[in-house]
């Protein structure tokens, strides 16, 4: 095989085209955040492929973007109107994205097991043990949302934690890892209206979010969703020892 073509697009900007080649924290939360709301695209016309990196937040996209020691723009897609096949109609929300063009990259995502258009294919990759917690944050802040509920004597009574994919396969093998990393009760995939999803409560939410947030990259990730989990911990000191 001969040596890949550098030619194309934003392959021409610098970043760090050896970053998906070794295992490390960030690599993995930036993995664990392409395998949701990411995209590896072989754009045969122009003889490039592009890695793309999508958010509603441009902060988490400012931090994937400096740990890549990349200068590419970061970009802006205004609301559209949105119509899915099952149900009404929306605007959607403003998104933020950036995209790498580079062969070397992405050969090394496709041995990684991401593929284009993967959304109902992706199965989850061979993570090494002590970088699961990186990856599980960066999928998280792509596709997964927490939220507190259930006000008494203002303290919130609940917590949730929920994963989101296009692929039930992805969430049953990241929801029976997560069993295994935590002893967790469950990890039962359920069928949302246009997705699938792992849902958590109380404990076994509450072990999931301290697994995510105790390692030493706790500000690689995206502050809301991390600000929740804080938040409650403040109002329910009891809820610390997991």
């Not at 070794?22 to 990411?38: C, I, K, N, R, T």
């Not at 009760?185 to 939410?205: C, E, G, P, W």
Request: aromatic content about 12%; glycine content about 6%.
């Amino acid at each position: 095989m001969g040596a890949l073509d550098p030619r194309g697009g934003s392959n021409r900007i610098s970043c760090n085209q050896d970053f998906f080649k070794m295992w490390s924290p960030e690599m993995s939360y930036v993995l664990g955040f392409l395998y949701a709301d990411g995209d590896i695209v072989d754009a045969r016309s122009s003889r490039t492929q592009y890695i793309k990196f999508t958010s509603k937040d441009r902060e988490i996209l400012e931090k994937i973007r400096f740990v890549l020691n990349s200068s590419h723009s970061i970009r802006t897609r205004p609301p559209r109107p949105v119509f899915p096949e099952n149900g009404k109609g929306y605007i959607s929300s403003p998104l933020f994205y950036f995209r790498i063009g580079s062969r070397r990259m992405y050969a090394d995502l496709l041995k990684l097991g991401l593929t284009p258009n993967k959304s109902k294919a992706i199965r989850l990759p061979n993570v090494p043990d002590n970088f699961f917690s990186d990856f599980t944050r960066g999928y998280f802040d792509g596709d997964g949302c927490v939220y507190s509920e259930g006000m008494k004597n203002n303290k919130p009574k609940k917590i949730s934690v929920i994963f989101t994919s296009g692929s039930p396969l992805f969430l049953k093998e990241l929801g029976n890892s997560l069993k295994n990393f935590l002893h967790l009760k469950h990890n039962k995939v359920y069928i949302s209206s246009r997705a699938f999803q792992l849902r958590y409560r109380m404990m076994d939410t509450l072990k999931i979010l301290h697994f995510m947030y105790s390692t030493a990259l706790t500000n690689l990730c995206l502050q809301r969703k991390r600000e929740i989990y804080h938040t409650y911990l403040r109002k329910r000191p009891d809820a610390r020892a997991v």
